[in-house]
């Protein structure tokens, strides 16, 4: 007869995830001429930052997409965005071979209850970051800092900038073609790079070391590579409709997701880690797809957009993913999972 008492421990199998809730469109808006290049929430949730091809940067509401102010100042498109850890900063790479550092304190402001609207066409630049000679395609904060970015480009290197001063701390030659992204680990001590040339590298952030090559391949190319926030891992997207989830202590490659498409490219992808374990990007098919991080498995694909996605956000505390499209759509999306 039964005891009717639990299984000891080592029987009791562990509780399943909870069910995956699909995501579904809310918002959509046109901020820019040009297409998206990128899409960012802020550190705090409150605002996302678009760049274009058109030379600008939006801040948007991160709930109703509504334009709260355009910065504008570069004279070619822009590629990428960050933010500082405190939201106070904004960092944009442009094709015009500069960063810019906005000063984005005056907009927060601005959305407390009863303030003042702030000026949506004010001049927030605060720094030109000069040094790079060519495009410059990838920025990064330090996310221990508000005074330290990376910045990768077409002309193969990776600076390191002082933001208070806006000089140029440091330049590496790091690869033989275009670097395609920048990543700081999420203690600042290590910068992860990819490139063209279809290497992926690990960097010492102080002396600008190459501490290990973690991809050495010639093709495809790494158009994208990035510290999952825990900092044990990198996201590794190539130019054969791959992302690989890769350990980069012992340089393994331990997950491969697929099914979306993407030859041409940089694809900005991202971590979702406010409900289950999530790997979000977009793709070349027109939609943005989801994946179980542990599973592997395409838990949803997002429609909607009518060219590439070229960028995906998720929220830093709620179940909310932006997008972004290339030219023949220019909009940006924002997608919830119902609670």
Known sequence: MSSGAPPPPQQQQQAPPPPYRPYRQVRAATPHSRAVSCVRFSTCGRLIATASLDGTVAL??????????????????????????????????????TLRIWDVRPILASLNLGAQPADPNADRCIRVLKGHTNFVFSANFNPQTNTAVASGGFDCTVRIWDVKSGRCVRTIDAHSEPVTSVHFIRDGSIIVSGSHDGTCKIWDARSGSCLKTVIDEKKPAVSLSMFSPNGKFILVATLDDSLKLCNFATGKFLKLYSGHVNRTYCIQSAFSVTNGKYI?????????????????????KLEGHTDTVISVSCHPTENRIASGGLDNDRTVRLWVQDS
């Open 60 to 97: 948007l509401s991160s709930s109703s997409l509504a334009v709260i102010a355009t910065l504008c100042g570069h004279t070619d498109g822009v590629s990428d965005l960050s933010w500082s850890t405190d939201s106070l900063y904004l960092c944009s790479a442009s094709d015009d071979r």
């Open 280 to 300: 979000v990007s977009g793709s070349e098919d027109n939609s943005v797809y989801i994946w179980d991080l542990q599973g592997r498995n395409v838990l949803q």
